[in-house]
Structure formats: structure tokens, C-alpha cells
Nanobody
Framework: QVQLRESGGGLVQPGGSLRLSCAVS????????MGWYRQAPGNQRELVAS???????TYADSVKGRFTISRDNAKNTVWLQMNSLKAEDTAVYYC?????????WGQGTQVTVSS
């Protein structure tokens, strides 16, 4: 089983920043495109950022210019740097293989943006 371990979430004021980490184990990380997803209560899970094996990123329009996804294949880790956070960014954030997800979701990490 591929293990996905998200961390780095927390409570932050609007305009603040957080850096989320995703540690991947049990697979061959270097051959997976990866994505960050989020799910707010009552909403569907949505893709917010993705990164190819070679490091090419894409972003949802809602986070473009504020979030940055990166990866280090030697560390089997994907990060999501989140700046200029807004209340609407509040959600549980998950990482997974992009498009073709693993049949497993980690615990996620809660991001709450509130004053």
C-alpha cells in the first residue's frame, strides 16, 4: 500500500502563509505525477495544484499566483507553499497521484483561515 502523509496545516489569519508537506512511501515516487487536493465541508474534493515527474506545475485558477507546488524526488516529498491565504482556502488538504489516484487517501491536513 502506498502511504501518504500530509502535514503542515493549521490555523492562520487571512493573508498569512502555510507550507504543507506530503511524504510518500511504499511506491516508486519518481514515476508519479502528484497533486494537491482540498475538500471543504459539503463540497467535492478538488484539485488545486499538480506537478509532473519532471517538475512542471499547474494550478487551479482560484489559487494561481498564491500557491506554489514543488517536489524532491530524492526525498519522496511534495510541498505546497500557500501565501496570501483567504477564508475560502479553508479545507482539508490531501495529496495523491495526479489524475489516476492511488486507491487510498491519507488523513489530510486541516487548513483554517480565520481571524
Amino acid at each position: 500500500q502506498v502511504q501518504l502523509r500530509e502535514s503542515g496545516g493549521g490555523l492562520v489569519q487571512p493573508g498569512g502563509s502555510l507550507r504543507l508537506s506530503c511524504a510518500v512511501s511504499g511506491g516508486i515516487f519518481s514515476i508519479y505525477g502528484m497533486g494537491w487536493y482540498r475538500q471543504a465541508p459539503g463540497n467535492q474534493r478538488e484539485l488545486v495544484a499538480s506537478i509532473t515527474i519532471g517538475g512542471t506545475p499547474t494550478y487551479a485558477d482560484s489559487v494561481k499566483g498564491r500557491f506554489t507546488i514543488s517536489r524532491d524526488n530524492a526525498k519522496n516529498t511534495v510541498w505546497l507553499q500557500m501565501n496570501s491565504l483567504k477564508a475560502e482556502d479553508t479545507a482539508v488538504y490531501y495529496c495523491n497521484r495526479w489524475e489516476t489516484n492511488f486507491g487510498y487517501w491519507g488523513q489530510g491536513t486541516q487548513v483554517t483561515v480565520s481571524s
